[in-house]
């Protein structure tokens, strides 16, 4: 069973602040996707990352796959309040039983206040 | 079309009804997905239709149904549900291939089941 552990769960911050959120494995991932998600909609796709070592920017929001595919991170720089979400990490295996599934990691939940 | 969609939004129904959730892509993806969600936590798997054919059921109990009658449609039937079933109920979609895993994989906005 694959799981991913994403931190902080929780996190406050003034807006122009920067922040970073984890997700860490022991499971090797064939790709891993961020998502993020306002109350009473569906999770929208941010970036996908399927190489280690990967490095993604959007705008302010810079994402990292880790060298063996195992761990990722996201970085909001100048955090502003419509950055407030739920993030979410989530990574696909290739093949097996899990063919096709998605982990969740927890989420993290942000506020940006202005 | 890059959108998955879902009907209805809403949906309030009594622990007698039977109702079905709907769930329609154009994007030529061949699997599609069921997920439940909680308020504040990441979507839970359901089930996972892989070219038409369930290939995933986690444990979910009977009074949920899936079903896949098409590429493009995902229903997902209720009967008989509890009000601890009361959720967002998500709708996603993605192409799977051999070596790559579901890539693509697109959400729709949720229906959120109330049951009374």
């Known amino acids: 069973t694959q799981l991913l552990e994403q931190s902080p769960q929780f996190l406050s911050i003034q807006e122009g602040e920067n922040l970073t959120v984890y997700c860490n494995s022991s499971s090797v991932f064939s790709s891993l996707q961020w998502y993020r998600q306002e109350p009473g909609e569906g999770p929208v796709l941010l970036v996908t990352?399927?190489?280690?070592?990967e490095v993604k920017k959007l705008k302010r929001l810079t994402f990292q796959f880790g060298d063996a595919r195992k761990d990722s991170s996201l970085h909001i720089t100048a955090a502003q309040p419509g950055d407030t979400g739920l993030y979410l990490c989530a990574g696909a295996v290739a093949g097996g039983t899990s063919y096709g599934k998605l982990t969740f990691g927890q989420g993290t939940i942000l506020t940006v206040h202005p | 079309d890059t959108e998955v969609t879902q009907t209805p939004k809403h949906l309030v129904m009594g622990m007698t009804n039977k109702k079905s959730l709907k769930c329609e892509q154009h994007?030529?993806?061949?699997?599609m997905y069921w997920y439940k969600q909680k308020a504040k936590k990441p979507p839970e798997l359901m089930f996972v239709?892989?070219?038409?054919?369930?290939?995933i059921n986690e444990s979910v109990p009977s009074r949920f149904s899936p079903e896949c009658p098409n590429s493009s449609l995902l229903n997902l039937h209720l009967h008989a549900l509890q009000p601890e079933d009361s959720a967002l109920y998500l709708c996603?979609?993605?192409?799977?291939?051999?070596?790559?895993?579901?890539?693509?994989?697109?959400f729709g906005s949720g229906t959120r089941l109330t049951v009374v």
């Open positions: 239709y892989s070219y038409e054919k369930l290939s």
């Open positions: 996603a979609s993605s192409q799977v291939a051999p070596g790559q895993g579901a890539y693509g994989y697109t």
């Open positions: 990352v399927v190489t280690g070592g």
């Open positions: 994007m030529g993806h061949r699997a």
